[in-house]
C-alpha cells in the first residue's frame, strides 16, 4: 500500500518556523521526486519544492527561495521542508507528492504526480 504521511503543520505568527516531514512508503523512494505543493483557499494548488532522490537536485518556488530548504533522509524514506522567515502569505494546504524521477517541477502542469498525502494546515497569523 502506498502511503505519503505528512506531520508538522501547525500555526505560527510571522517570522516563526515550521518543519514538515513526509514519510512515505509502497514504492521505491530511490525512483521518485518528493515535494510540497500548497495551496491557500481560493487559489490553485502551487509546487513549492521537490527534491530528487536519484540525482539530489532540488526545486524552489521563487516565493520560497532563501527561507525555505528541503532535505531527505533515505534511510528513513523521510522528506522534510524547513520552512523559516514565515509569512502570512505561506498559508495554506500542504501537500506532499511523488512524481517520476526527471520531471520538471518548473512546470507542474506538465507534471505527472503519481501520489499524494492527505495534506496538513500551515497557518502564518501577521
Known amino acids: 500500500e502506498v502511503q505519503l504521511v505528512e506531520s508538522g503543520g501547525g500555526s505560527v505568527q510571522a517570522g516563526g518556523s515550521l518543519r514538515l516531514s513526509c514519510s512515505v512508503s509502497g514504492f521505491s523512494f530511490d525512483d521518485y521526486d518528493i515535494g510540497w505543493f500548497r495551496q491557500a483557499p481560493g487559489k490553485e494548488r502551487e509546487a513549492v519544492s521537490s527534491i530528487s532522490n536519484s540525482d539530489g537536485s532540488v526545486y524552489y518556488a521563487d516565493s520560497v527561495k532563501g527561507r525555505f530548504s528541503i532535505s531527505s533522509d533515505n534511510a528513513r524514506n523521510t522528506v522534510f521542508l524547513q520552512m523559516n522567515n514565515l509569512r502570512p502569505e505561506d498559508t495554506g494546504v500542504y501537500y506532499c507528492?511523488?512524481?517520476?524521477?526527471?520531471?520538471?517541477?518548473?512546470?507542474?502542469?506538465?507534471?505527472?504526480?503519481?501520489?499524494w498525502g492527505q495534506g496538513t494546515q500551515v497557518t502564518v497569523s501577521s
Open positions: 507528492a511523488a512524481a517520476p524521477y526527471g520531471g520538471s517541477w518548473y512546470v507542474p502542469s506538465n507534471l505527472r504526480i503519481d501520489y
